[in-house]
């Protein structure tokens, strides 16, 4: 059992930045890649972007590719989403998840709770 506290969001407003951490307790957060989705308003859950337990390698939507950096730290049992050059369209609840690298949701084990993360223009 892997439990996920996500923190760090707000609102923002275009064209900035801010930084989601994850938190996991539980089993050991080391053996699990890890990903970040997110819900916009009225939409379905989409993929943002996963890493390997090891770290490397990483795994990105378009649409965030070249402005989030996900990483960890596997000594501090964190996963981390750096979001830069902020756009209204990324406005969404962000949810943190454990167990796969991939961008299929269903293929993940565990869920945090999600951060809500406004763009505002």
């Known amino acids: 059992q892997v439990q996920l506290v996500e923190s760090g969001g707000g609102v923002v407003q275009a064209g900035g930045s801010l930084r989601l951490s994850c938190a996991a307790s539980g089993r050991t957060f080391s053996s699990y890649s890890m990903g970040w989705f997110r819900q916009p308003p009225g939409k379905e859950r989409e993929f943002v972007a996963a890493i390997h337990w090891g770290g490397t390698p990483t795994n990105y939507a378009y649409s965030v590719k070249g402005r989030f950096t996900i990483s960890r730290d596997n000594a501090k049992n964190t996963l981390y989403l750096q979001m830069n050059s902020l756009k209204r369209e990324d406005t969404a609840a962000y949810y943190c998840?454990?167990?796969?690298?991939?961008?299929?949701?269903?293929?993940?084990?565990?869920w945090g709770q999600g951060t809500q993360v406004t763009v505002s223009s």
């Open positions: 998840a454990a167990g796969s690298y991939y961008s299929d949701p269903s293929a993940y084990n565990y």
